[in-house]
T-cell receptor, first 114, second 112 residues
Framework: AQSVTQLGSHVSVSEGALVLLRCNYS??????LFWYVQYPNQGLQLLLK??????LVKGINGFEAEFKKSETSFHLTKPSAHMSDAAEYFC????????????FGKGTRLHILP | IAGITQAPTSQILAAGRRMTLRCTQD?????MYWYRQDLGLGLRLIHY???????GKGEVPDGYSVSRANTDDFPLTLASAVPSQTSVYFC???????????FGQGTRLTVV
């Protein structure tokens, strides 16, 4: 069954510094991969997704992620953190060979230090 | 504005009571989902539906049931609530075909 592991439940970076949030997936076949963001007391919204084609995926708010099959990873990055990026981030996977289940990781809370 | 509507937004429920959380979408999406969000555990899939008339079990289905009588509605029922079901519940939908899910604003349920 597909699964996602997010390394680090909390990550702190200084404003202007690189953001790196790690995600590793497990899937028996090439997966569909997603990153979502959740601001306090809100639902989740999609940042970016990988389906097929280019392995470097660009999303909203300056975020991007790279699908690396050899490492079973889909890490999220942003070159320069803003205070407004403080939120919880979730990696998710959907297995191409199965139904439309979407499985989420446990989330990483990103703290931005002034 | 098109989207997903969940009701109620919050509820305090006595243990042993029956409760149905409502979810309606107006995007004509095929797939719908129920997740619960708990601190440190992320979002866990309770039940899902690929299309009207079908449902499937997720990661934590015990104590919950769902139905999908039509495309728009996907209610989640707790037959006899227990305190461990205290959580924030999110309904989501997607067009299907492994596309992204769109989320409602959540229902905060407290079972006492």
């Amino acid at each position: 069954a597909q699964s996602v592991t997010q390394l680090g439940s909390h990550v702190s970076v200084s404003e202007g510094a690189l953001v790196l949030l790690r995600c590793n997936y497990s899937s028996s076949v090439p997966p569909y991969l997603f990153w979502y963001v959740q601001y306090p007391n809100q639902g989740l919204q999609l940042l970016l997704k990988y389906t097929t084609g280019a392995t470097l995926v660009k999303g909203i708010n300056g975020f991007e992620a790279e699908f690396k099959k050899s490492e079973t990873s889909f890490h999220l990055t942003k070159p320069s953190a803003h205070m407004s990026d403080a939120a919880e981030y979730f990696c998710a996977v959907s297995d191409r060979a199965r139904d439309d289940k979407i499985i989420f990781g446990k989330g990483t809370r990103l703290h931005i230090l002034p | 504005i098109a989207g997903i509507t969940q009701a109620p937004t919050s509820q305090i429920l006595a243990a042993g009571r029956r409760m149905t959380l409502r979810c309606t979408q107006d995007m004509r999406h095929n797939a719908m989902y129920w997740y619960r969000q708990d601190l440190g555990l992320g979002l866990r899939l309770i039940h899902y539906s690929n299309t009207a008339g079908t449902t499937g079990k997720g990661e934590v289905p015990d104590g919950y049931s769902v139905s999908r009588a039509n495309t728009d509605d996907f209610p989640l029922t707790l037959a006899s609530a227990v305190p461990s079901q205290t959580s924030v519940y999110f309904c989501a939908s997607s067009p299907g075909g492994h596309t992204e899910a769109f989320f409602g604003q959540g229902t905060r349920l407290t079972v006492v």
